[in-house]
């Protein structure tokens, strides 16, 4: 059975740091998308990771996957308060199904 | 719209009670899903469409639960003899295929049952 875990599950950070956020899944998988939520909202798509190795970014968030050591990690380099927000990864479990993170819930002070 | 449309945003019910929420997926879409969150945790699968069909269904928690998508486009979920316990903002989300993976979601049903 796919497991799926973020660390930490709350950050709080001061604007202009960075930080990584760590998502470790059990079993082999491909795929692996990364959502933002914020309060009282949907789920938001931010990245979708197809291959062992990839790494993307947008803005002041970049993405990455080792599929080998089942390991995707969420980089926040110079962190503003809009990315306050909560941050799911999923992993595709390959019977159409994404089983997710319990959240990482980001608070960035001015 | 552009986006999935759910229908109602907020549904407040007695126990016991019948409901039922829509989902209107991205058009063109083949694939809709139905995913449940509960306060604090993330999205807890419920069923999967291909089309009019349900591909996987083993999400769903018990036999009060059942959806139904019969032309392939808006799908209905629904929930008898609703219970406290299925108090949770339920999600539904859209993809162009089950291989494009990438899922747009709605801004989910919030379901309250007193």
């Known amino acids: 059975e796919l497991k799926v875990e973020q660390n930490p599950l709350f950050l709080s950070m001061q604007e202009g740091k960075n930080y990584t956020i760590y998502c470790n899944y059990s079993?082999?998988?491909?795929?692996l998308y990364w959502y933002r939520q914020d309060p009282g909202k949907s789920l938001e798509s931010l990245f979708v990771l197809l291959s062992n190795g990839a790494v993307k970014q947008e803005g002041r968030l970049m993405a990455s996957l080792d599929t080998k050591a089942r390991l995707s990690t969420l980089h926040i380099t110079a962190a503003v308060h809009d990315l306050s927000a909560t941050y799911f990864c999923a992993v595709d479990d390959s019977n159409y199904q994404l089983i997710w993170g319990a959240g990482t819930k980001l608070i960035i002070k001015p | 719209g552009a986006g999935v449309s759910q229908t109602p945003s907020n549904k407040v019910t007695e126990k016991g009670k019948y409901v039922e929420l829509r989902c209107d997926p991205i058009?063109?879409?083949?694939?809709l899903y139905w995913y449940r969150q509960s306060l604090g945790q993330g999205p807890e699968f419920l069923i999967y469409f291909q089309g009019t069909g349900a591909a996987d269904d083993s999400g769903l928690p018990n036999d009060r639960f059942f959806a139904v998508r019969p032309e392939g486009s808006v799908s209905t979920l629904k929930i008898q003899r609703t219970e406290r316990g299925d108090s949770a903002v339920y999600l539904c989300a859209s993809s162009l295929t089950r291989d494009t993976g990438e899922l747009f979601f709605g801004e989910g049903s919030r379901l309250t049952v007193l």
């Open positions: 058009s063109g879409h083949t694939a």
């Open positions: 079993t082999t998988s491909d795929r």
